[in-house]
């Protein structure tokens, strides 16, 4: 089974940048769908940002232009950075990786924007 591990998070202000990353403990990003989803408080979790294995991107629309996925293979990690990032984007972000009809999830990483 593979590991997801997250790092990134933190407290930053309104308009600062955070950029996440998610390491998988095998190679595995060239077969799975990696996505990022995020929980903020009370509510659910939802999809912000995905890249297929055949490397198709897709966004929320409450990051389109502000948050970019990226992938580096050699390094079986995937990122997402995060500019102008605002006080609604506060979250536990997690990683994600589908292959077929197995998923993985990383532990999460907590991203607080303050006003």
């Known amino acids: 089974q593979v590991q997801l591990v997250e790092s990134g998070g933190g407290l930053v202000q309104t308009g600062d940048s955070l950029r996440l990353s998610c390491t998988a403990s095998r190679p595995i990003l060239g077969a799975a769908t990696m996505s990022w989803y995020r929980q903020g408080p009370g509510t659910e979790r939802e999809l912000v940002a995905a890249?297929?294995?055949?490397?198709?991107?897709n966004y929320a629309d409450s990051v389109k232009g502000r948050f970019t996925i990226s992938r580096d293979i050699t390094r079986n990690t995937v990122y997402l950075q995060m500019n102008n990032l605002k006080p609604e984007d506060t979250a536990v972000y997690y990683c994600?990786?589908?292959?077929?009809?197995?998923?993985?999830w990383g532990q999460g990483t907590q991203v607080t924007v303050s006003s």
């Open positions: 994600n990786a589908r292959i077929q009809s197995s998923t993985q």
């Open positions: 890249v297929s294995r055949l490397g198709s991107i």
